[in-house]
């Protein structure tokens, strides 16, 4: 046996690959040269060090004898802070988290992956209507299609069945009195009228009363159609014949509660067509169809990403490139499509991406109902990209990323994590807005129908795929994005990694936090949620929310602003419940903890014309809305981050403008709390001590507040989205030639995201879980790492 002592640096700043790579599509050999891995657009980082690494070698490659293993001594290497911090990536980490990415996630390196494009076929070609899978030969059928060569029409009922008194049928988000698509279950105005495919939807078609109260919205009356809508008489307030061009000189009139709801469509009148919402827009290799996308042929997936055999192999996307296929020697005998072995390098850790069937996911876009719902961008009449400010967009987004990362393989037996998307914010804010969403065999539980989602995605990847029974699903991933998060996980995935924005350990408040009953789990039985908390720390993750892109506050750098101009000591605005104006009625909203600290230190008088008890001129906490929140938020030095039904974005908020958030809800994790270190930048306080509040943040000195602000300053970019963002400037940059003014901000920043920061995360999970340790030993995998990085899991 020899010692070897090897150097491992980043090739790519070594020099330019300079080789072309043979590749064969089916029926031409074509030479592709070696593409740059990344532009201008990327965010993914490129390792820039060279570090030497000792092996103990005995003729195999990283085959380690006996006890000459090398020990990685990381505690001295990386010491930790007075706040048992050790920084990496300019983030301050838990201390042996923060370590071992020093020490071994900054020398990774890439390893050869082989990739399988495959060529199964699909019944009648899915009957062009739908995508086929061509990994597994299944359809996915679009919205109205079902079967196994998606031939058979569904008919999908706007509305309930009738009765003499509702002869529409009882209320429901989709209730129709024109004419209703059963393919999607959408009401539009139909044949016969001058603009047969304007939406009609929800009080659009019937007639409405006036409030009880002055300044109340009108009561539609769902018995009573309203034919006035139909009418050509430019007296009375019509919709389905209105010309656009008189509708907007005022020439006639029109009813203002008919508009545009559905996706796809803008202008006052729905008369534009524009770009529908998709998962990455199809990736440039489909139509995307009202949220679904209908992929050209070769391709398939969510969001038509992944090439089949028949692709074209210069259109495959970058995390399959530059890559050396594999072709059988007798794939010209057989006459028949083969699969294909593509060999890519890559940096682990790697994600597999189930395509789930698309009523998890696709069909949930499709067929939604309000085009803002569970999508982070919809697009104007130009096709310029609007931002939403959706909290639930954080799921797509993140979505996105993973299948557009270098980290994703669709080699499952390569794979270290499997990635499960479905989609709940769809789900929950879908749940009864047509009749076949019904919630009536779940007690009118949103969370009781969002629960049996995820258990059918559950069934279908145990009876398709062999990777969950492997290791119990523990290696496996899935996001939830409401206001509970995995409160409500059915108990077979609970083994795996639960993403969520509420941390709720369930060591307090053990019962459902939600104000409003249509989220609560408490009532779903045990056999079929199990006993398991809302999160578990040594397992799971709290990501941030998704936060609408604000161009003006990174051009003027309101996270940079320094201590002297920060002077309002304790900031708070939102909703402080029943004992204001307009505050939520329910004294459970919160968990009570926004009404004690109104009680305390209110500085808006209540409906009785009482501040808080401890009100000072330094101290906001206010339900008023404020007209310039970010600008408040950045002229505070505390900000407080408290619940609301379940998770709110205060703690982003407070971030993201520089704040340094000041936590109050017990037994409860914030996004990264169990993996970066928050004594660094943030302050807990247990909501008995609230009557303490500002006597505890006075007690800090200049010198602490200072480094918080500073931590907060290099950590914040870590509670952006900026990967999917910026896909979707590359995207519209394609499209149009331009960067838009949004994107030329994001495209400044360069710190690690969210997405950077989640795989951060799974590189060290993948090779600390004791149970990862069990598993790696027995396995002959490539990690690209120095040996003495995975001494920690044997």
Known sequence: MITISKWRCSWSLMATIASIV?????????????LPSLDSFSVRPVQNSCVPINESLDGRTGHVQGNSRPVLDLEHRFPADLHRAVVYRNAPWKAEIGQWLSGCDAVAKEVSVVETISGSSCKNDCSGQGVCNYELGQCRCFHGFSGEGCSERLNLECNYPKSPELPYGRWVVSICSAHCDPMRAM???????????????????????LPSQPGAPKLAEWAKPDLDIFTTNRSKLGWCNV????GYANKVKFKEECDCKYDCLSGRFCEVPVQCSCINQCSGHGHCRGGFCQCANGWYGTDCSIPSVTSSVREWPRWLRPAQLDVPDNAHLTGKLVDLNAVVKKKRPLIYVYDLPPKFNSLLLEGRHFKFECVNRLYNDNNATMWTDQLYGAQMALYESILASPHRTLNGEEADFFFAPVLDSC????????????????MGLRSSLTLEFY??????????????NRSSGRDHIWSFSWDEGACYAPKEIWNSMMLVH????????KHSTTAYWADNWDKISSDRRGKHPCFDPDKDLVLPAWKLPDVNALSTKLWARPLEKRKTLFYFNGNLGPAYLNGRPEASY?????????EEFGSTPDKAGNLGKQHAENVIVSPLRSESYHEDLASSVFCGVMPGDGWSGRMEDSILQGCIPVVIQDGIYLPYENVLNYESFAVRILEDEIPNLIKILQGFNGTEIENKLTSVQKIWQRFLYRDSMLLEAERQKTAFGYVEDWAVEFLRLTEDDVFATFVQVLHYKLHNDPWRGQQLGSQKKDFGLPQECLTRTS
């Open 427 to 442: 789900i929950i804010t879908r749940a009864d807005d047509a009749p076949h969403l019904s919630m009536e065999q779940h």
């Open 22 to 34: 043979a590749l064969v599509s089916i029926v031409h050999l074509f030479l592709f040269p070696v």
């Open 187 to 209: 009401c539009f105005c139909g044949e016969g009228t001058k603009y047969p495919n304007r939406p009609t939807a929800e009080a659009c078609g019937f007639q409405l009363s």
């Open 455 to 468: 258990r059918k995605a559950y069934d279908h990847i145990v009876e398709h795929y062999p990777y969950w």
């Open 243 to 246: 010309d656009p061009a008189e």
């Open 502 to 509: 509420w941390g709720n350990t369930n060591s307090k408040h």
């Open 590 to 598: 919160s968990m009570g903890i926004r009404q004690k600290l109104a």
